[in-house]
């Protein structure tokens, strides 16, 4: 199994751009969600997924959008960048009967200029 | 209060020694709890969750402290590969609500 994948690895954009950063992941998880890291700050949550066609928000979703048309992709997209979302991006599943515990994608740097 | 609170450290410790961190949660209707590890650019990866009962794996010990509020991680015999930074995660809704709010991590640096 893959587990979790991310794609880009890394990605540069400049100020007013739009994008999306892939998640995959292959172990049937019911649970996906986005979070971002920033230096001094923690992991917070973007956005969640318990299912397909099901998302909902989490503590910083301002600027960002999902959707979860299938149990594999878990897609976030930029709406029109700015420099505070230069971050590092995880994407992370879980099976809801595992109590939640989480397995992460390697990650995506972002950097909004 | 913060949600979930951690001391950043870092804590430099000898190969060898024992170390512990502890993490302090605010909601009490708290459900689960897992401490996590990340290294310098990295994905976290689970370490182990906690449990009600306390439990242990090889050289780590994890115990829950509902009264107080509290999870704690106990590293025995610390080893070079041990330096990474601990998070401590704590889910405030349980079940499938999903709300896993994360501490900011407390950075362990072990020494030769």
């Known amino acids: 199994n893959a587990g979790v994948t991310q794609t880009p690895k890394f990605q540069v954009l400049k100020t007013g751009q739009s994008m999306t950063l892939q998640c995959a992941q292959d172990?049937?998880?019911?649970?996906m969600s986005w979070y971002r890291q920033d230096p001094g700050m923690g992991l917070r949550l973007i956005h969640y997924?318990?299912?397909?066609?099901?998302?909902d928000q989490g503590e910083v979703p301002n600027g960002y959008n999902v959707s979860r048309s299938t149990t594999e992709d878990f897609p976030l997209r930029l709406l029109s960048a700015a420099p505070s979302q230069t971050s590092v991006y995880f994407c992370a599943s879980s099976s809801l009967a595992g109590g939640l515990e989480q397995y992460f994608g390697p990650g995506t740097r972002l950097t909004v200029l | 209060r913060k949600e979930v609170e951690q001391d950043p450290g870092p804590f430099n410790v000898p190969e060898g020694a024992t170390v512990a961190f502890n993490c302090t949660y605010s909601n009490s209707a708290s459900q689960s709890f897992f401490w996590y590890r990340q290294d310098c650019r990295k994905e976290p990866k689970l370490l182990m969750s906690v449990y009600s009962s306390g439990n242990e794996d090889g050289r780590f010990t994890a115990q829950l402290n509902r009264a107080s509020q509290y999870i704690s991680l106990l590293i025995r015999d610390s080893k070079l590969s041990d330096s990474a930074t601990y998070l401590c995660v704590v889910n405030t809704r349980g079940g499938s609500q999903g709300n896993l709010i994360f501490g900011k991590g407390t950075k362990l640096s072990v020494k030769p």
């Open positions: 172990m049937n998880h019911e649970y």
């Open positions: 997924s318990v299912g397909a066609g099901i998302t």
